[in-house]
């Protein structure tokens, strides 16, 4: 079974923190994205990257940076929280083309 | 325009109900195609696969109509345990592409 593992289930952080969200996945998948979900909102992308080192920007990557120096391993950073960063953010990693992506279990960050 | 437009829900139904959802998306290179179930406060999981000549699995039936560009999701004979937001999923044609998913729609359904 294909195993994503978020760093986290929940997180408190304070305002101007910098927060870094790990995603750490097993079948050796070259492309990883981070998510956004909020109500209302749906899902929405904010960095992928399909190769080491490689990342693209999503629909919203303003005040997010992605970090790739491992194939299995794809973070997230928020250089500076804010409250309007609160949100359940879910890791998700997928195959060639044509495969399926695979969530882990999402972080609930909260930013105070 | 949203590349990936699912219907707006929510659609609250009986049991033992029929149900469909349709997904729209607008880049026709899209490849691949699969719908997802969300249940409240967890991860999206797969509930499977969309195929061009379309494909069953027990209550679900998934059909997919490229020169319309939509995919759609019927449930039969509807459950309580089917309540749940169902995501389409569009994957792009290369194999750098990102997948797109749509907003979700939500299932209620009520005994």
């Known amino acids: 079974d294909v195993k994503v593992t978020q760093s986290s289930r929940y997180l408190v952080k304070r305002t101007g923190e910098k927060v870094f969200l790990e995603c750490v996945q097993d079948?050796?998948?070259?492309?990883m994205f981070w998510y956004r979900q909020d109500p209302g909102l749906g899902l929405r992308l904010i960095y992928f990257?399909?190769?080491?080192?490689?990342?693209e920007k999503g629909d919203i990557p303003e005040g997010y940076s992605v970090s790739r120096e491992k194939k299995e391993r794809f973070s997230l950073i928020l250089e500076s929280a804010s409250t309007n960063q609160t949100s359940m953010y879910l890791c998700?990693?997928?195959?060639?083309?044509?495969?399926?992506?695979?969530f882990g279990q999402g972080t609930r960050l909260t930013v105070v | 325009r949203k590349e990936v437009e699912q219907d707006p829900g929510p659609f609250n139904v009986p049991e033992g109900a029929t149900v469909a959802f349709n997904c729209t998306y607008s880049?026709?290179?899209?490849?691949?195609f699969f719908w997802y179930r969300q249940d409240c406060r967890k991860e999206p999981k797969l509930l499977m696969s969309?195929?061009?000549s379309g494909n069953e699995d027990g209550r679900f039936t998934a059909q997919l109509n490229r020169a319309s560009q939509y995919i759609s999701l019927l449930i039969r004979d509807s459950k309580l345990s089917d309540s749940a937001t169902y995501l389409c999923?569009?994957?792009?044609?290369?194999?750098?592409?990102?997948?797109?998913f749509g907003d979700g729609t939500t299932l209620t359904v009520k005994p």
């Open positions: 998700a990693s997928r195959g060639g083309s044509g495969g399926l992506p695979f």
């Open positions: 079948m050796d998948h070259e492309n």
């Open positions: 990257s399909y190769d080491v080192k490689m990342k």
């Open positions: 880049n026709s290179a899209s490849q691949s």
């Open positions: 969309v195929y061009s």
């Open positions: 999923v569009v994957n792009m044609g290369t194999n750098a592409g990102k997948s797109t």
